[in-house]
């Protein structure tokens, strides 16, 4: 029987699907590679997954559904339990194609590596994605940009880790569909040379540059121009439309707080009242704060939420003073800001701002 199809949207024009770190929608892929890696090294189970609230027999799971925090805090584990200098990337790089589904397999059918590289930053959504991720490609030749996700459980040793490790899969899913001979240009970090783990020009084949302005993997665009042997002209629209089918179910799995938090981003600094938004979303204030409800969050925990990651990324990214930063979140004032910070991460601005 062939499943209905709702109504095509061309992703480009489609809102981009906002995610909770607490939402339990994304599969267990990357966990499950964090997971076999750290057992192959020899270490339990039971230390793996502390603190992350799944069993080992669901890592693996195809009805098994986690949530971003479980995935930053088995990687926290793996930072905690491993010594290995290269465990991040060398995770990376077990995670191939057929891991994706049906995202890796629309991949494959791109009929060109360009449209690959496109439909790869637009559905990373499906990817349960630890960063975002975009691609250019100028005259200099192609770049992939990697920023992990501004949320106040990820420091800045996690955050190198999940850069490394969004790196090893990148450069692991490149070889796939480019061929093992596949070698980026040049790599550059976001953060100075560490000593506990890193990248080297002997693990990823290129020159490696720390303290730069982003997270990057650059490589030349003949890559680009080879002829992509696994796509198909014919299947990859069939493909595409699936793939929409899937953003669909996941912001229905999402449910309103993922509308919610569309309509909240619009205007941080002067946010609709709760009553606004469901006129807005043709609701019931009861009702939709009720189905909130069954998604175990609330308004304000929504709002909360969205002004942390948003202080988070500005002292950590910019040099806005903190009076800049209320006001754009929609604070009176300075004090009112460091106020709310504090208690949404038991931290001050400062300390964020000095890791």
Not at 1 to 5: A, D, Q, S
Not at 50 to 67: F, G, M, N, W, Y
Not at 326 to 347: I, V
């Given at each position: 029987?062939?499943?209905?199809?709702r109504?095509h949207k061309?992703?480009?024009?489609?809102?981009?699907?906002?995610?909770?770190?607490?939402e339990?929608?994304?599969?267990?892929?990357?966990?499950?590679?964090?997971?076999?890696?750290?057992?192959?090294?020899?270490?339990?189970?039971?230390?793996?997954?502390?603190?992350?609230?799944?069993?080992?027999?669901?890592?693996?799971?195809?009805?098994?559904?986690?949530?971003?925090?479980?995935?930053?805090?088995v990687?926290?584990?793996?930072i905690?339990?491993?010594?290995?200098?290269?465990?991040p990337?060398?995770?990376?790089?077990?995670?191939?194609?057929?891991?994706?589904?049906?995202?890796?397999?629309?991949?494959?059918?791109?009929?060109?590596?360009?449209?690959?590289?496109?439909?790869?930053?637009?559905?990373?959504?499906?990817?349960?994605?630890?960063?975002?991720?975009?691609?250019?490609?100028?005259?200099?030749?192609?770049?992939?940009?990697?920023?992990?996700?501004?949320?106040?459980?990820?420091?800045?040793r996690?955050?190198?880790?999940?850069?490394?490790?969004?790196?090893?899969?990148?450069?692991?899913?490149?070889?796939?569909i480019?061929?093992?001979?596949?070698?980026?240009?040049?790599?550059s970090?976001?953060?100075p040379q560490?000593?506990?783990f890193?990248?080297?020009?002997d693990l990823?084949?290129?020159e490696?540059?720390?303290a730069?302005?982003?997270?990057?993997?650059?490589?030349?665009?003949?890559?680009?121009?080879?002829?992509?042997?696994?796509?198909?002209?014919?299947?990859?629209?069939?493909?595409?439309a699936?793939?929409d089918?899937?953003?669909?179910?996941l912001?229905?799995?999402?449910?309103?707080?993922?509308k919610?938090?569309?309509?909240?981003?619009?205007?941080?600094?002067?946010?609709?009242?709760?009553?606004?938004?469901a006129?807005?979303?043709?609701?019931?204030?009861?009702?939709?704060?009720?189905?909130?409800?069954?998604?175990?969050?609330?308004?304000?925990?929504?709002?909360?939420?969205?002004?942390?990651?948003?202080?988070?990324?500005?002292?950590?990214?910019?040099?806005?003073a903190?009076?800049?930063i209320?006001?754009?979140?929609?604070?009176?004032?300075?004090?009112?800001?460091?106020?709310?910070?504090?208690?949404?991460?038991?931290?001050a601005?400062?300390?964020?701002?000095?890791?």
């Open positions: 029987m062939r499943r209905p199809r109504d061309p992703v480009s024009d489609r809102a981009p699907v906002h995610v909770g770190v607490d339990k929608v994304h599969e267990p892929t990357k966990l499950a590679a964090v997971f076999d890696t750290l057992v192959s090294q020899g270490f339990a189970a039971e230390e793996i997954l502390r603190s992350v609230d799944i069993t080992p027999e669901r890592v693996h799971s195809p009805k098994a559904q986690i949530s971003l925090r479980q995935l930053a805090t990687c926290r584990n793996a905690r339990l491993s010594t290995d200098q290269h465990l990337y060398r995770i990376g790089t077990t995670i191939h194609i057929s891991t994706y589904g049906m995202y890796g397999y629309a991949i494959l059918c791109c009929p060109d590596f360009r449209k690959a590289m496109e439909f790869a930053a637009r559905y990373h959504a499906l990817a349960a994605p630890l960063a975002s991720i975009e691609f250019s490609e100028d005259r200099k030749g192609a770049t992939w940009q990697i920023e992990p996700i501004s949320y106040p459980v990820i420091d800045r996690l955050y190198r880790f999940i850069a490394e490790l969004q790196i090893g899969i990148h450069i692991s899913l490149m070889r796939d480019m061929g093992p001979a596949f070698l980026p240009q040049e790599i970090l976001a953060y560490a000593e506990d890193g990248l080297t020009p990823v084949g290129c490696v540059r720390f730069q302005p982003a997270n990057q993997i650059l490589f030349e665009s003949r890559w680009l121009d080879q002829t992509a042997s696994l796509g198909n002209k014919t299947t990859y629209p069939t493909i595409l699936l793939c089918d899937l953003l669909g179910d912001r229905l799995r999402v449910g309103p707080a993922g919610i938090r569309a309509i909240l981003l619009r205007d941080i600094a002067n946010p609709p009242t709760f009553a606004a938004i006129k807005l979303l043709d609701v019931n204030a009861r009702s939709l704060r009720r189905q909130l409800q069954q998604q175990g969050i609330s308004f304000r925990g929504l709002l909360d939420e969205l002004r942390t990651q948003l202080a988070v990324k500005y002292l950590r990214s910019t040099d806005l903190n009076e800049e209320a006001l754009a979140l929609g604070f009176s004032d300075a004090a009112n800001f460091r106020r709310a910070f504090h208690r949404w991460t038991n931290k601005p400062s300390a964020i701002r000095g890791e």
